[in-house]
């Protein structure tokens, strides 16, 4: 071994603090490349899980969202999938705590709280179902999933002037959906509302080329016709 001796004992002490600093730092940013690889599987692994689920690989994409977590446990979005996943299965306890494992993590994770507020839906809690769309649409007010839901939720309770406003504010975010205007024609149909029905059936016939929304835009448009003679 090579004994180095410096002249300078001061500047000894200096070199050898900053070599040992240029070690630590070598050592940090390595630690640090890791981490983001990881982070980066990680989102690459949900994903693929999104992919998955959105063509009905439900066990592929659990597979994915586990893989993901694995990687990166602090990643709220794929515990909000999985939940989801396990609400599909009929496990909504399992569910549940996969959701609040997400909001622990992201307090604002819009997600989480429009699937609670399905499965609260699904079993009738309308309250605790309005709350969760309510919170999720207050997070972000373009959330068109939870509008769409509430909208759903308040015409199950017969509530359809809340539901036709809530589908009116989902057609100033999105007016190319014909699939909305069909929504709010049925609910002004049943809240009495025939003239504002029919305006949105027109907007259906110009901007829906799906044969079965059409067909049922022409029994609806039949019914309201009936309804009126």
């Not at 709220?76 to 306890?93: M, P, Q, S, T, V």
């Not at 509530?159 to 049925?186: C, G, W």
């Not at 907007?203 to 609806?220: C, G, N, R």
Request: aromatic fraction near 10%; hydrophobic fraction near 40%; glycine fraction near 6%.
């Amino acid at each position: 071994m090579v004994n180095i001796k410096f002249v300078d004992e001061n500047l000894g002490k200096m070199l050898k603090i900053t070599l040992v600093k240029a070690m630590l730092l070598l050592i940090v940013v390595g630690c640090l490349g890791k981490s983001n690889s990881h982070l980066e599987q990680a989102m690459e692994s949900y994903q693929q899980g999104l992919d998955f689920q959105e063509m009905g690989g439900i066990s592929k994409a659990e597979d994915a969202y586990l893989k993901a977590i694995s990687l990166n446990p602090e990643l709220a979005e794929a515990y909000a999938e999985l939940g989801f996943i396990d609400h599909l299965r009929g496990k909504d306890n399992s569910a549940m705590k996969y959701l609040s494992q997400a909001l622990s993590i992201n307090p604002d994770l819009t997600t989480a709280y429009n699937y609670r507020g399905v499965i609260y839906y699904e079993v009738g809690d309308t309250t605790m179902a309005l709350l969760n769309f309510t919170k999720a649409i207050q997070i972000d007010p373009a959330f068109s999933d939870a509008i769409y839901n509430r909208a759903s939720t308040y015409l199950y309770m017969d509530d359809f002037e809340s539901a036709e406003n809530d589908m009116s504010e989902l057609i100033t975010i999105k007016s190319d959906v014909p699939r909305y205007f069909f929504e709010r024609a049925q609910i002004r149909a049943l809240n009495g509302n025939a003239v504002g029905s029919k305006l949105d059936l027109e907007q259906v016939f110009t901007l829906s080329e799906d044969p079965e929304l059409i067909l049922k835009s022409k029994v609806l448009l039949a019914t309201i016709r009936d309804a009126e003679e």
